[in-house]
């Protein structure tokens, strides 16, 4: 008897664990992926057109067109726009500078009642910080491997 409502709990439970897990479609998520993504790039070559259009060269409309995508994102993180468009467009919304951006201005606005220092200071390095020390090892370490590669007459 006691094997009868084991099972019976077992099964119950299973139900309820189908019933409150997410159903995902892979080809609708990337869809929306290609989708986001593909605006937030449209986006980005939209200034860097009219950048062009104004007579600035292609460094000095690329570094507009990185600026203002960062203020964007900062903005929309801000607004707490970001977040929802990130949620429906998935790794869409990640292209790497918007999403950067909000990877670090979304600490800082979570942790702003912490005060300046303790809450925005410091959390604002949460996600910014692995990612700048991830880069600066990484630029180390092919260097040396370059310097080593040059000594060796290989390059």
């Known amino acids: 008897m ?15 664990i189908k019933q409150v897990t997410p159903t995902h479609n892979l080809w609708a998520q990337m869809a929306k992926a290609f989708l986001v993504g593909g ?13 062009s259009s104004l007579g600035l060269d292609k460094e000095t409309s690329g570094s507009w067109c990185s600026m ?13 726009i970001f977040p929802s468009i990130a949620k429906w ?18 600490p800082a606005i979570e942790y702003q009642k912490e005060g300046q220092v303790f809450g925005i ?15 600066i090892f ?8 370059y310097w080593v590669l040059k000594m060796m007459g290989i390059m």
Do not use: H, M, R
Not at 2 to 16: A, G, R, S
């Open 138 to 145: 990484t630029s180390w370490l092919l260097g040396l491997i």
């Open 68 to 80: 203002l995508l960062v203020l964007l994102s900062v903005l929309l993180t801000g607004l707490n």
């Open 2 to 16: 006691n094997e009868n409502i084991d099972q019976e709990q077992k099964q119950q439970y299973n139900d309820y």
């Open 39 to 51: 605006i937030i790039c449209c986006i980005g070559q939209g200034i860097l057109n009219y950048a």
């Open 121 to 135: 200071g410091c959390k604002i390095f949460t996600i910014a910080g692995p990612v700048i020390l991830y880069g």
């Open 89 to 106: 467009g998935g790794a869409g919304a990640l292209v790497p500078i918007t999403g950067f951006a909000n990877g670090v201005a979304a």
